[in-house]
Structures are given as C-alpha cells and as structure tokens.
C-alpha cells in the first residue's frame, strides 16, 4: 500500500503589499504550508517571498464570485486579511466560507462595524471603562493644545493630521467628510494583528 503524503495546507495572506513579517510568522508557526498573497497592485513586496502570488481584483460584493472561484482553485484553507479597507468584505462572507471549509481569520461583521466607527468604538471602549484617548465631533470639548483631526470613517492614516492647534484643526476639518478630533498624544504608534484560537497570537 502506498503512503499518502501530507498534504500542504494553503494559506492566502490578502492585501500583503509589504507585510513581510506576516509571512515569516507564519512560516515559523505552521510546518507544510504554501503562502499565497493577494494585492491589487502588480509587484507588492510580498511576491518575492510567498510561493505564489495574485493580483487580485478589489475585495468587494461585486467581484465575491470570481473570489471565491480562486480560493476553491488553489485549495485555499485559511485565509488572513491585513487591510481595514477590505475586513467588512471578509467579516460579511465569513460563516459563508467557513460552510465550504474556507476559513477566515476575522472578528465577526459586528465587531467589525464597531471597530470602523471612530467615534463609535470610542464611546463603546468609554462605556466599559477602557482607557482611551479623548474623541469627539465637537473640537470645543477637546481641552488638549495640541490635536489631532481625522476622518471618522477612514482606515489607516489618511486624512489623519497630527499636532495641531484649534485654529488649524478648524481650517483642515472643512476638508474632511466626518472629521473627529482627538487629544494628541506624543509617543510611538504600533500595530498589532492579534488571532485567538485554541491559541493568541499577537503580531506586531
């Protein structure tokens, strides 16, 4: 009787630009797997370190087919998304996917609708006595000198402004869609991506 090898779980890491250290994390966590990486640009980073990489369409309702018609190609088997631009697709599609054993490592569509509400998530961490930098739609109520201006709804740091007095913060706000303000805090910004299992893992 012949042995059957192990097969190599797929993994597909999206929107991976530069997220090298993604990649080696999960190289140093999981024994026979083969990384793919997704991004809508055409020569990320990530390519030269994955085994295999796709330019992928944007990560919207509209393209889910053609989607998912790749993950069920490449035996895809977890799939880890990095973007705030595209985790309300991932979250909405999750127990979908999860039915055709595809699995994607999420917080629920829920949370994640909290979690890009700027002001919400604010009031929500307020309500339950967690620490967190003063936020408001009402610059008056900002007692900091300097301050920091940003649009409500956006992911990442754009239309994000730092170190600012009220005059500016004033001037700026009128270009911003849903301009909140907050408290500036001088310090170092660091980014965790953390996936709980039987196991947390925390990656900075």
């Not at 889910?64 to 998304?81: G, N």
């Not at 595209?86 to 699995?103: D, G, H, P, R, V």
């Not at 307020?126 to 620490?131: E, F, G």
């Not at 992911?155 to 600012?164: A, E, H, I, V």
Request: with cysteine; proline share 2%.
């Amino acid at each position: 009787m012949k042995k059957v090898k192990n097969k190599k779980l797929n993994i597909l890491i999206t929107c991976a630009n530069r997220k090298i250290h993604i990649i080696n994390w999960l190289r140093d966590s999981v024994k026979d797997i083969k990384i793919y990486v997704a991004d809508s640009k055409k020569n990320p980073v990530s390519k030269y370190f994955a085994d295999e990489f796709w330019h992928s369409p944007e990560f919207n309702k509209k393209n889910f087919l053609k989607i998912y018609r790749y993950l069920k190609e490449k035996k895809i088997s977890f799939i880890f998304p990095t973007s705030d631009s595209e985790l309300k697709f991932w979250s909405f599609y999750k127990n979908l996917l999860q039915k055709k054993s595809i699995f994607v490592m999420i917080s629920d569509y829920e949370t994640i609708n909290l979690c890009s509400d700027k002001l919400k998530f604010y009031k929500f961490l307020k309500k339950n006595n967690i620490p967190t930098i003063e936020t408001s739609e009402n610059l008056n109520t900002i007692k900091s000198k300097k301050i920091v201006v940003k649009e409500r709804f956006s992911s990442g740091s754009k239309n994000c402004f730092l170190n600012l007095s009220k005059k500016k913060c004033k001037l700026l706000s009128k270009k911003i869609r849903k301009p909140i303000f907050q408290n500036f805090v001088d310090g170092k910004e660091i980014s965790i991506d953390c996936y709980v299992g039987k196991n947390i893992y925390i990656v900075l």
